[in-house]
């Protein structure tokens, strides 16, 4: 169990537009939400989090209205990067927690990643 | 201020050596979380193990075992008998406080060679 699934995979988009990335969570329900982007050979950073049915809680110098997250459902949450730039091209990562009393409700699961590459 | 260090960047072996992977931790919270991922070239990270500070049992599972001592704040992972799938960058982390956000490490990249 706790698979999480991230897609798409891999994608490549003009300056200017807006990229939809989606966070499953397959078989457990996903209170909580979190967003990374990744650079190269580098750390995690963690942009927010997310919890079902309210805003998201960004980190410091993460713009929320450039960095638009969703988190409708229990098993989704969305990541839309508006306007890109080439500066916002990376590895993107989400990962799902389980929610209420769940003795594993601290474990981040993590999705495969989205690299975007703008052009 | 809490704080997650991986001072080996990068690590080389060759098959079958076992490696031992640091991890030192900072936190005043008494109640907190460690952890260790690994994440393949591929990209997607995968969990391995999670140790809660009330439990300073070792673990084994396999080839993996970790090494956790409150004494010197330190949550050490060691793969016996390394092989080629075993080449990541593996992460270590904390988790302190009411929140679920992780203290991620830079990470430790494993090559393993043949």
């Known amino acids: 169990g706790a698979v999480v699934s991230q897609h798409p995979s891999w994608v490549i988009c003009k300056s200017g537009t807006s990229v939809k990335i989606e966070c499953r969570s397959l078989?457990?329900?996903?209170?909580?939400m979190f967003w990374y982007r990744q650079f190269p050979k580098q750390s995690l950073m963690l942009m927010a989090t997310s919890n079902e049915g309210s805003k998201a809680t960004y980190e410091q110098g993460v713009e929320k209205d450039k960095f638009l997250i969703n988190h409708a459902s229990l098993t989704l949450s969305t990541l839309t990067v508006t306007s890109a730039h080439p500066e916002d091209s990376s590895f993107y990562i989400c990962?799902?927690?389980?929610?209420?009393?769940?003795?594993?409700?601290?474990?981040?699961?993590f999705g495969a990643g989205t690299r975007l590459s703008v052009l | 201020a809490q704080k997650v260090t991986q001072a080996q960047t990068e690590i080389s072996v060759v098959e079958k050596e076992d490696v031992t992977l640091d991890c030192v931790y900072e936190t005043r919270d008494t109640t907190y979380y460690l952890f260790w991922y690994k994440q393949p070239p591929s990209g997607e990270l995968v969990f391995l193990i999670r140790?809660?500070?009330?439990d300073e049992q070792n673990e084994i599972s396999g080839r993996y075992s970790w090494n956790f001592q409150k004494s010197t704040s330190s949550f050490n992972f060691t793969i016996t008998a390394s092989q080629v799938v075993d080449s990541a960058v593996y992460f270590c982390a904390l988790n302190a406080g009411n929140n679920r956000k992780l203290i991620w490490g830079l990470g430790t990249s494993l090559a393993v060679n043949p």
């Open positions: 990962s799902a927690s389980r929610g209420g009393t769940s003795i594993a409700k601290n474990i981040q699961y």
């Open positions: 078989d457990f329900q996903a209170t909580t």
């Open positions: 140790r809660n500070s009330f």
